[in-house]
């Protein structure tokens, strides 16, 4: 009986749905990875996730503005060893939702304007780190 009263009592307060959800938490000042690991002519670099902007849809303008975050950190870690989206030869995506598939493409396609696009994969995930929608990780040749 008592579980009863407490589930009418829950019911009445209003829809399950409805609550907002976590924010993702803060990168930890000194992650446990490094951003990039040269061995011999290749650069493999750590995943970069994609935060959408506080207030953003994050299926609209907010997952394009995570795609340019995550794509923009990549830039910053190839620039920091010399190189540039140029080199990159290999992507893999991860999405937290695979109906985003076709606007991460449009977002992404243009850090390779008039360079060769690299060789890629894509696939859906279940979570990612800090509550993000996306991750990019790239292998970058030097020659």
Known sequence: MKRLIALALLLAAGPLAAQPAPAPQAM???PPFSPAVRVGDILYMSG???QVPAGMDRHKEGFDA??????DSIGRILKDNGL??????????????MADWPRFNVAYVPYFEGKRLPARSAFGTTGLALGA???????????
Not at 66 to 71: D, E, G, K, Q, S
Not at 84 to 95: A, D, Q
């Open 28 to 30: 930890p000042a000194k």
């Open 66 to 71: 995570a795609v340019r975050n995550a794509m």
């Open 84 to 97: 540039g989206f140029e080199h990159v030869v290999k992507c893999t995506v991860m999405l937290n939702d």
């Open 48 to 50: 970069q996730i994609g």
């Open 133 to 143: 929608p996306l991750e990019v990780e790239c292998i970058a040749a030097f020659k």
